[in-house]
C-alpha cells in the first residue's frame, strides 16, 4: 500500500480503500502474501521491492563501485573488484531490514578469474564472455532433432529457444564444437522449414 500510494501521488490518503482492494484480487488469505501465479503478483512484487529495497542498495551499490540487477526476487551484484567480505555483510543487512528473507542456498560469490561462473542459467567466463553451458545446448539440439524428425516440436519453440542462443553465442570464431554442430542443425532446419512453404 505505501509502496502504491508512493509511486502514485492519487492514492495518497486513500490507505484502507487501496488495502482492502489488494486483500480482496491479489492477496491469499490463506498463505498470506500474493497469489502465486497471479497476474498482477510480479508487478506487484516488483513494485513493492523496488520501494522498499532498490533505492538502499542501489545507493551501497554506487558508494563501493558495484553494478547491481534485480529481475523480481533474483539478484546480481557485480565489480570488476573483489566484493569483500565487510562489503557483502552491508548488503545482505540492506535486504534483511526489509523483511525479506535470503534463501542462503542460493547465494554464490563467483570470481571468473578462477573459472567460469553461471548466473541465470547463463555462463561467463574471463573476459566477459558469455556461454551456454553443455547441458542446455544438449537439450537445444535435441529440440531441433526432434522438430526435424517427429515433427512434435512447434517451429515457433524452436525458433524462440535458439533466439537465446544468438543473442548469447554472437562470435561464431569462438564457438566450441557443441555450439558449432547446433548451429549447423539449426541452419538444416531452417532450410527444411523454408521448403515446406
Keep these: 500500500v505505501r509502496a502504491l500510494a508512493h ?16 486483500n480482496r484480487y491479489f492477496i491469499d488469505s490463506v498463505k498470506g ?3 502465486t501465479g497471479g497476474n498482477a503478483s510480479n508487478d506487484l512484487f ?6 522498499v529495497m532498490d533505492q538502499s542498495l542501489g545507493e551501497l551499490c554506487e558508494r563501493h563501485s558495484i553494478s547491481f540487477t534485480r529481475y523480481v526476487d533474483d539478484f546480481t551484484l557485480s565489480s570488476l573488484t ?8 552491508e548488503i545482505r543487512a540492506v535486504i534483511e531490514q526489509t523483511n525479506f528473507r535470503i534463501n542462503h542456498r542460493k547465494c554464490q560469490y563467483l570470481d571468473i578469474e578462477k573459472g ?10 574471463k573476459g566477459g564472455i558469455w556461454f551456454l553451458p553443455r ?12 522438430a526435424m524428425t517427429n515433427g512434435d516440436v512447434s517451429p515457433a519453440a524452436v525458433h524462440g529457444r535458439m533466439g537465446v542462443f544468438s543473442s548469447i553465442s554472437r562470435n561464431h570464431r569462438q564457438w566450441n564444437k557443441s555450439e558449432r554442430r547446433l548451429a549447423d542443425e539449426y541452419e538444416r532446419f531452417k532450410r527444411m522449414c523454408g521448403s515446406r512453404r
Design 135 to 146: 547441458p542446455y545446448l544438449r537439450m537445444l539440439l535435441g529440440l531441433v532433432h526432434r
Design 116 to 125: 567460469p561462473g553461471f548466473i541465470n542459467g547463463i555462463g561467463i567466463k
Design 82 to 89: 573483489p566484493i569483500t567480505k565487510a562489503v557483502r555483510r
Design 7 to 22: 509511486f502514485d501521488s492519487d492514492l495518497s490518503g486513500h490507505e484502507e480503500e487501496v488495502d482492502a482492494f489488494l
Design 46 to 51: 516488483n513494485l513493492c521491492l523496488g520501494f
Design 33 to 35: 502474501g500474493l497469489f
